[in-house]
């Protein structure tokens, strides 16, 4: 499912929704002249914390939506990502080293270290049944 | 996402296509697997058409730098944008792989290792 709106869009939650939610948030920072670079780095952890909560939130095992809503304040974006999923807070999240995860070989875990390198903030709380994250960076237009 | 692999000289080199995330990157693990288990001891990637990646896929080639460093087998990566360069940069991931700017320089190394 696709619903764009503005500047928001609504996908399911399932791995092949990344995409769509990519190209959502890099048309949509193009046509606020975000700069290039700002903009990968900012869809990237938007695709981090949205394949985090598809993996590991779970639903429930009801088909479950993401919602996602781009707004530009002065000279920053706000991402906010709203889902309806079991709880799951990615800033509460074990945050390992780099060296660590390849001594055990791990695949995961470095999602939310490339999320919090790059964003300047990043908020987490829960109302009304719904995940609320709130991701916020200074960019540069062009 | 697409992967294509093919022999050279003393390599085996895969290429990756497209977007590497989360719901693809489990068929890179699955493609280095059969390498691996094959016996072969240069592996290469070319990343001239990989357009995205996210941890997911930058995950898969961190969880085999142990095993690969262990078994004495050659790894390295080549062809990246600089777009897709700058995901590797941002945990310092460029100093844990060998990371080329083209397949003779990555085919060298290989050879010289």
Avoid: W
């Avoid at chain 1, 981090?48 to 009801?62: D, K, M, T, V």
């Avoid at chain 2, 058409?49 to 085999?64: R, T």
């Avoid at chain 2, 050659?74 to 397949?103: H, P, Q, R, W």
């Amino acid at each position: 499912m696709l619903v764009m709106l503005n500047n928001k869009i609504t996908v399911s939650s399932k791995l092949s929704s990344l995409s769509e939610v990519r190209g959502f948030v890099a048309d949509y920072l193009a046509e606020l002249h975000v700069s290039e670079n700002d903009a990968n780095m900012i869809v990237l952890s938007v695709d981090e914390i949205c394949a985090n909560l598809i993996l590991h939130a779970g639903n429930n095992g009801l088909e479950d939506d993401i919602e996602i809503e781009i707004n530009k304040i002065n000279d920053s974006i706000k991402v906010t990502i709203l889902d309806h999923c079991l709880s799951f807070n990615p800033i509460q999240s074990k945050n390992n080293t780099i060296d660590y995860l390849v001594k055990e070989k791990k695949k995961g875990g470095i999602g939310l270290l490339l999320v919090n390198k790059i964003m300047d903030k990043i908020e987490y709380k829960i109302e009304s049944n719904y995940n609320i994250c709130n991701l916020y960076k200074f960019v540069t237009t062009v | 996402m697409q992967l294509l692999t093919r022999k050279l000289n003393n390599a085996t080199i895969i290429s990756i296509i497209g977007d590497l995330d989360a719901s693809s990157a489990v068929n890179l693990d699955n493609m280095i697997s059969e390498v691996k288990i094959g016996g072969e001891k240069n592996l290469l990637f070319d990343c001239t058409g990989l357009q995205y990646i996210s941890s997911a896929g930058l995950g898969v080639f961190m969880s085999y730098i142990q095993d690969f460093t262990d078994e004495g087998i050659f790894m390295a990566l080549y062809g990246m944008s600089d777009k897709v360069k700058n995901v590797f940069s941002i945990l310092g991931l460029e100093k844990l792989i060998k990371i080329f700017n083209t397949e003779e320089e990555a085919i060298d190394a290989s050879n010289v290792k």
